[in-house]
């Protein structure tokens, strides 16, 4: 044991933890624990410009590491600054430990300076949290902290600290165990379950497996790709699992839902089986529940049991690690179909028509037009091919979408976004915390103009912690997905969405945060400006400026059937 202070020990659990970057803002309640920091530790700390920015930095780092990511806050408003990217984090089940100050426990319930009720106010949107108020309760409670938010379904955690409780003295001794009684993760899967799932699979005609943000969670990549390939099945991906399935695989089919493609959707829709793995039906997948695949039955794995059942009854429910579960999966599906192969040569010739038949379209511009924001996708996505170091993030609305629709992504966790809550301002300090878990990976941003204005300070923590990040805004003028809603489903009424493409100046406001600006205003400059941008060696960013009027398609509107996509007039298509 070593006699230390609170503030102290909070860090030798860090270092205990294995924790390597944390992302932060000093303040009043958790000075201490910053005086520590000055004192000495081997955690590297980022200073954010806002404690959203450090938390979706922390999401970020988690994302691209798969290890727990790490925010730090004061009380008060530096706390529920933290509330944003830790409700972001429970609804796509990122593992963080966020560390708050809190004020001198005899001053709690007082309504003291920066006093908030911070566990009170996350208890809806985190998988657990502490107030710490005795300093001997440090050890133990970091240590359950952060093996609640890696094991079963990852998520959010919260650490409040009082300062007085960071000021005090203990004997420091870090546990090697967990002393949680309650918390039992499933660690095993029912053999009969995955033995039923396998003979489903086996006697399927038209089998579609859907896969998740789980499979990404669950390090389950490998054993997926070897599920499908061993019985050759065809797979769709969500938003929150692209590149858990490499985007180049012959039996990827793409992104199903509201602005999936509509090949996607019919292979998910017709299916006569589906196979979820990680996946939880959420509505952007299924539109109405009641319409989604009639004729299919379902086989659904996940680490969460309360995810089973939940929105779409599982026919039959496996529970468990996927990892485990898929491996036991396939070594019995190999085993049936050794002597029977499945009958399923008229459903992939089925899928390939519509394969060809329904691509991603958009109206090419004539020369001298507007830059279309497909193009942008496009030709990121082409001068970037063949490389296997670049992560890419987004914030959230159209340019999501496109990125979803037109970059390829073939390895695991190379592709961040915001997917249940659609947290706008996400991207940039999202790409700030990948570049700090993978400082060798090219990290590119693509934002919108609304998006990028929300967070866009976190260039600066971008520059002056050289970890330098590619931003490329997608500078329609205007809140685009909002304005796509109100051109389609308002009657044209665009009440308060126009930004405007001229302020602010997109370039000269990332040279004044220390980053290279780069403006773009026609096609013929646009590979050229992208390239030098990446080329910088630092922080940069793109203003890329493109046609106001162009929508997001296709499209399912809110609440119809997810067969019945809306798709660009045929006059006006031409495939990509």
Known sequence: MTRMLGSDAILRSLEAEGVEVMFGIPGGAIL???DAIARGTTVRHVLARHEQG?????????????????????????ATNLVTPIADAWMDSTPLVCITGQVYSRLI???AFQEIDITGITLPCVKHSWLVQDVREIPAVMKAAFHVARSGRPGPVLVDIAKDAQEAELDFNYPDEVDLPGWKPPTKVHERQVREAARAIAEARQPIVYAGGGVLNGDACVELLELIESANLPSVVTLMGKSAIPDSHPLNCGMPGMHGSKFANFALNKSDLIIAVGSRFDDRVTGKVSAFAPGAKVIHFDIDAAEVGKIRSADIPVVGPLKLALRQLTNELKTMLADKPMQTAAWHAQLEEWRGQYPYKYRKGAPGSLIKPQLVMETLRDITAGRNDVIWTTGVGQHQMWAMQYLQCDEPR?????GGLGTMGFGVPAAVGAKAARPDATVICVDGDGCFQMTCQELATAALERLPIVVVIVNNGWLGMVRQWQDLFYSERFAETHLTKQVPDYAQLAEALGAAGFTVDHEDDLESTLRAALEAGRTAVVDVRTDPEENCYPMIPAGAAAVDIIEMPDEEEVPS
Do not use: E
Request: proline share 6%; charged share 10%.
């Open 32 to 34: 201490p624990t910053y």
């Open 54 to 78: 450090a938390g979706h930095m922390a999401q970020g780092y988690a994302r691209a590491s798969g290890r727990v990511g790490v925010a730090i806050a004061t009380s008060g408003p530096g």
């Open 109 to 111: 319930g007082t309504d």
């Open 414 to 418: 190379s592709f961040i976004t915001s």
